[in-house]
């Protein structure tokens, strides 16, 4: 399906609740949309369905929402289409394109196996610099069947204090590619408009920063604690 097609499928498709993948931290569902002859699933998660958290405020669909755009900002691709709709099921929430993919593979069965995903792994491992991602599992990391390398998975992003945790360490102290440092240069200066409205203003200033970091040190962090690893891994 094309991406125009997916887009409207996600803004007008109507929602039906196939089932809720359980092993989730908050309540995700799997979902089929429906416009015209238009037909195809997506993960669906409300924000009725978040569980509460000391360093993140409610409205946890606006960060995966917002890792999105930043994606498509950046030219990358890593983040699968998603909307945020008002009329779910259960309220409003985020609603991600799905993605086919191998559920035997993963971020540790990829760096292991498959040296042709390397480059992208690295690219998402300076996404996720970018993002602040608190929550990079290694079941994060999707090959679809098309072997194209996908990252889902983004509502703990982009908090202000710098909270990494990640399994993509097996790159640290790597320089980062001139072109991928020309990719995030601008927004050292100025984070999209569409991206920095889904945030605070700290957020948005903390996101600029980590971009100006990166651009001075050119290669990627190394975590010397040993700590800065999500759980499960997996």
Not at 146 to 167: M, N, Q, S, Y
Request: proline residues 6%; contains cysteine; negative net charge.
């Amino acid at each position: 399906m094309d991406d125009q097609r997916t887009s409207e499928l996600l803004e007008l498709g109507e929602i039906e609740v196939l089932g809720q993948l359980v092993e989730s931290s908050n309540e995700t569902f799997l979902v089929e949309l429906t416009h015209g002859d238009n037909q195809g699933w997506a993960i669906y998660k409300p924000e009725l369905g978040e569980r509460p958290l000391y360093d993140f405020e409610p409205g946890l669909y606006r960060r995966e929402r917002a890792a999105y755009l930043l994606s498509e900002s950046l030219g990358w691709g890593i983040v699968p289409l998603t909307i945020i709709r008002e009329d779910g099921p259960f309220g409003i929430g985020s609603l991600q394109r799905f993605i086919e993919t191998d559920l035997e593979q993963h971020y540790f069965t990829l760096y292991a196996d498959c040296p042709d995903t390397h480059e992208d792994l690295k690219r998402m491992a300076v996404f996720d610099v970018v993002a602040n991602n608190t929550d990079r599992k290694a079941g994060h990391v999707l090959r679809g069947l098309d072997g194209r390398i996908w990252g889902i998975d983004h509502g703990l992003c982009f908090a202000e204090p710098f909270k990494l945790r990640t399994v993509i360490w097996d790159f640290a102290r790597e320089p980062i590619a001139e072109a991928l440092l020309e990719d995030i240069a601008p927004l050292e200066h100025e984070v999209p408009a569409e991206v920095a409205d889904l945030l605070t203003t700290a957020e948005a200033q903390a996101l600029r920063e980590r971009v100006r970091v990166l651009g001075l040190l050119g290669r990627l962090p190394a975590d010397p604690t040993g700590m800065r690893f999500p759980w499960p891994l997996i």
